[in-house]
């Protein structure tokens, strides 16, 4: 049962729009649970009711012509209750409607079951059968499995096919993913295809359909050459029968058979590589379904040969420079920080990955960069966006293909009023952050990368609360040496001095890989992470330590701060180095003070050992996005669970609040270094909770240091109480708007969902225009 199980959903997923999925889910299973009717409804949204979108066994005219409303007939019931009904007799069951156009009275049993994708009804399944008979239990079981199977297939399916309808038109499809960096931009998709990958090919036109052939024949002659080779070096360790094959291979790719092909799909208008991977697809698509092992085992190498030939022809395409267009939104499977390096900047306007969260590093570089990105988008089409025009709502985490007009002038109004908010926010951005009530609230800044925007923003900072040294190892291919370190340490701390500036040690493992260093693990954000690491190879981490002291020599205003510290152990062995480090320095001749050694408060157990930990080091800094994801025990990179990663969650505002207390009463400086330090609301709790810093990416320091400047100490502390009663996520985010707006500041939040305004319901879009800011007092004008 495994086996069909497993075919049906591939070859679902496999089908070529969502006509050929619903055609092949029909199909499939009728013939794999011998029933007489096969049917599958789906959800219009415009109409909130569910239509007949395929069958086999009901009269075919009825498709698209019956539909049923949430709670009608028994369709609705099942989407309506989110589970199977299985009946004997539909017919006399009180719920079940009669559509004449089906022939529907012809049959007795009636099994459906509701085919659920992140939590939203999209469709409902339905069996049929003359026989008057219950389904049993495990053609029930089976069912349910197939449902929620195919609601992850038939998710990308409809997105795919609302895009496949509209290409070419002025029509838009949605994409949602994860919000990883905030900003909304207009421009052009450029997919990036990773290597090989025969699913993920762009499609695009060619400019020269000779040159497309030619590259194609050179491409399949390499591999050719590849396979002689390959054949020849294995001839005397395989036998006679498996040297065969390569025979086998070599005639695949000759010229009357795969060459022809995609030499044909390339003169009616496709580019090589996409013409390769569709004649690729059809043909394995074909041969999996045969009931003939032989055959099916030549689906893998049809595959396989597809791969090879494909990565000789990205490989020419690579050879020359990639012209990437003006506003590029760069989307891709996966982006790396190296890709981020590729595009020049100044044409790098947003970027879009199915993987990632935006807590992954690719969002913290982007944040850092200040190009708005959108994550976690698992059911986008990558294949058939190259080209098209876009709107990338990194605040909601949304992607606009082929935007209307209406949209496209709402979001033209939006960024227009974002980059006058922020002329309007610039103008304060030497004075201090200190709120109504006087109290100083230092703002500090997160880096990284070698910008040098941020080394310009020290008259503006108190220094640089997080230094996160890996980037730099992330962007090498080996480990980087002790000279090399203490170059770029000393160019941060040189660009910052006099005024602090707060290095982590090495943070790798979880979702920060050094290519030249993999960490393969099955619970990577559990396992070998951060100071976990570092102990285990105190080479590495003595050169990162002599490296950062040797570049502080005659600074002095290096602090050094140890990511993941779990237990007292680490604190101790890690100080028993920094220690090593000193005396080994001095040695050398290298006088440098001790520098101040924090630990950071992400890991909980960290939070029931703060007494133990405040007789040895100097401060705290809360890696509240760590601190979140363990409290919350929620993978920050995951998408599936990404709604429930809040750091706003009531759990996580109290273990915060109680921290800042205790640290206080220990006589502990604590700050705070992870994304909620960055959001304005955020920011207004930590300083009422009586945090000593904030530490953020650049671009996030305007919006925070406006807010704290117009909130008192008193009103912070206020919203405090307030927010810790509230039992849940969704009340805090709801209070913290209501007091925000209440204080005009909610131009400072993302701007929320945009409504057509034929559509809106209630009052006019939360714009900045809408909450009235362009009026914005100035601080001190009102003291809440
Ligand atoms: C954190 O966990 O909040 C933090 C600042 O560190 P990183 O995001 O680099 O893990
Ligand atoms: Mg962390």
Redesign the pocket.
């Known amino acids: 049962m495994l086996e069909v199980l497993r075919r049906i959903v591939q070859e679902v997923n496999g089908a070529r729009s969502l006509d050929a999925a619903l055609a092949t889910m029909v199909l499939r299973i009728r013939k794999a649970m011998k029933t007489d009717v096969c049917s599958v409804y789906l959800l219009a949204p415009e109409t909130d009711r569910f239509v007949l979108k395929d069958t086999i066994g009901l009269r075919s005219s009825s498709v698209g012509q019956v539909s049923m409303a949430r709670g009608e007939g028994l369709v609705g019931m099942v989407a309506l209750r989110e589970e199977p009904l299985n009946l004997e007799d539909a017919p006399a069951h009180p719920q079940f409607r009669y559509f004449e156009e089906t022939g529907e009275e012809r049959f007795s049993s009636f099994l459906g079951v509701p085919i659920i994708h992140q939590r939203r009804v999209l469709g409902v399944l339905v069996i049929q059968q003359h026989e008057k008979r219950r389904f049993d239990e495990g053609e029930e079981a089976f069912l349910v499995t197939l449902g929620a199977q195919l609601a992850g297939v038939l998710a990308h399916a409809l997105a795919t096919g609302a895009l496949g309808k509209l290409a070419g038109t002025s029509g838009q499809a949605t994409f949602k993913g994860v919000a990883g960096s905030p900003g909304v931009v207009i421009g052009k998709a450029f997919v990036l295809s990773p290597p090989a990958d025969l699913d993920s090919v762009p499609d695009l036109i060619p400019t020269d359909i000779d040159f497309e052939i030619a590259r194609l024949k050179e491409a399949i002659n390499a591999v050719r050459e590849e396979i002689r080779v390959a054949a020849e070096r294995l001839a005397s360790r395989i036998s006679t029968q498996e040297h065969a094959l390569f025979e086998v291979y070599q005639q695949m790719l000759g010229d009357a058979a795969l060459g022809q092909e995609v030499e044909k799909r390339i003169r009616e208008g496709q580019w090589a590589p996409a013409a390769l991977a569709d004649i690729v697809r059809r043909h394995v698509q074909y041969l999996e379904r045969v009931d003939d092992d032989y055959l099916r085992e030549r689906a893998a190498d049809i595959r396989d040969l597809g791969r090879r030939v494909l990565a000789h022809l990205q490989e020419e395409g690579d050879s020359g420079p990639i012209e990437y267009p003006e506003n590029t939104i760069l989307i891709g499977h996966e982006i790396s920080p190296a890709t981020l390096g590729e595009v020049p900047r100044e044409r790098l306007k947003g970027l879009v990955a199915v993987s990632g969260s935006s ?1 992954s590093h690719v969002a ?1 570089l982007a944040r850092a960069m200040g190009i708005p990105t959108v994550l976690g988008m698992v059911d986008l089409p990558l294949s058939r966006l190259g080209g098209a025009p876009v709107i990338l709502d990194g605040h909601r985490g949304r992607l606009v293909v082929r935007p209307e007009h209406e949209l496209s002038v709402h979001y033209s109004r939006l960024i227009a009023e974002e980059q006058a908010l922020s002329v309007l926010l610039e103008q304060e951005q030497d004075l201090p952050s200190v709120t109504p009530d006087g109290h100083v609230m230092p703002l500090m800044v ?1 880096t990284g990368l070698a910008l040098d925007a941020v080394a310009s923003l020290k008259t503006r900072v108190g220094g640089v609360g ?1 230094y ?1 040294t890996e980037v730099p190892f992330m962007m090498n291919d080996r480990f980087p040496s002790e000279q090399e370190q203490a170059r770029l340490y000393r160019e941060q701390l040189a660009g910052f001095a006099p005024l602090p500036v707060t290095m982590r040690t090495l ?1 790798i493992g ?1 979702d920060k890989d050094l290519p030249y260093f993999p960490i393969k693990e099955a619970n990577p954000f559990l396992g070998w992470r951060g100071i976990r690491v570092t102990l285990d190879h105190p080479e590495v981490l003595m050169v990162q330590l002599r490296a950062m002291l040797r570049a502080a020599e005659g600074l002095d205003n290096l602090r050094i701060m140890l ?1 993941m510290v779990s237990g007292i152990e680490e604190v101790d062995a890690a100080l028993a180095l920094v220690n090593r480090a000193l005396i080994e320095l001095a040695e050398d001749g290298v006088n440098v003070s001790r520098p101040s050694v924090g630990v ?1 408060i ?1 890991v909980p157990a960290a939070l029931y050992q703060l007494e133990a930990l405040a007789t040895r080091v100097d401060f705290f800094s ?6 979140t994801q363990y409290l919350l025990a929620v993978d920050r990179n995951n998408p599936r669970v990404a709604s429930l990663y809040d750091a706003c969650h009531p759990a996580v505002l109290r273990a915060l609040a109680r921290l800042a207390e205790e640290s206080k009463a220990l006589g502990m400086p604590v700050s705070v ?3 909620l330090a960055g959001d304005p609301a955020g920011a207004l709790l930590l300083l009422g909770m009586g945090f000593d810093g904030l530490s953020m990416n650049a671009p996030s320091l305007p919006r925070v240091r406006a807010a704290i400047r117009r909130v008192s100490l008193a009103a912070a502390q206020g919203l405090v109480s307030e927010v810790l009663c509230q039992p849940t996520a969704n009340q805090v985010h709801g209070l913290l708007l209501e007091r925000m707006q209440a204080w005009e500041l909610a131009h400072l939040l993302p701007p929320r969902d945009h409504t057509p305004r034929s559509r809106q319901r209630s009052g006019p879009p939360a714009s900045p225009q809408a909450t009235g800011w362009r009026h914005w007092p100035p601080p001190g004008a009102r003291r809440p």
């Open positions: 807590t913290i997160n997080l996160r943070d979880g990511p950071m992400e809360v890696g509240s996005n760590d601190l270094c992870g994304e």
